[in-house]
Nanobody, 120 residues
Framework: QVQLVESGGGLVLAGGSLRLSCALS????????MGWYRQAPVKQRELAAD??????????NYADSVKGRFTISRDNAKNTVYLQMNNLKTEDTAIYYC???????????WGKGTLVTVSS
């Protein structure tokens, strides 16, 4: 089992920045994928950014809508994954969820989410 706890959401003006954190605990040794997903009102959940361990390094991937503005990173010593969000837009308003995939089967784990509201 893997537990995920997000933090860092809040209300920000358009053009501002926020940093989300996702703290991992439990059987984290088997986690091989981490992602930040978001769900806006009346929309489906979508990927914002993810990070995967590849050959000892990290490979990152971003949705086109956030490229150049969001950065995903992780601190293995703190068992934490971050999402730095800059130049926020009103359309970034959503609940942001942390996701982890574990083991060869890619078992999915989700946090409860953190709300990001961007006002104009």
């Amino acid at each position: 089992q893997v537990q995920l706890v997000e933090s860092g959401g809040g209300l920000v003006l358009a053009g501002g920045s926020l940093r989300l954190s996702c703290a991992l605990s439990g059987s984290i040794f088997s986690v091989n994928y981490m992602g930040w997903y978001r769900q806006a009102p009346v929309k489906q959940r979508e990927l914002a950014a993810d990070i995967t361990s590849v050959n000892g390094g990290d490979r990152t991937n971003y949705a086109d809508s956030v490229k150049g503005r969001f950065t995903i990173s992780r601190d293995n010593a703190k068992n934490t994954v971050y999402l730095q969000m800059n130049n926020l837009k009103t359309e970034d308003t959503a609940i942001y969820y942390c996701n982890a995939k574990s083991g060869a089967r890619g078992v999915n784990y989700w946090g409860k989410g953190t709300l990001v509201t961007v006002s104009s």
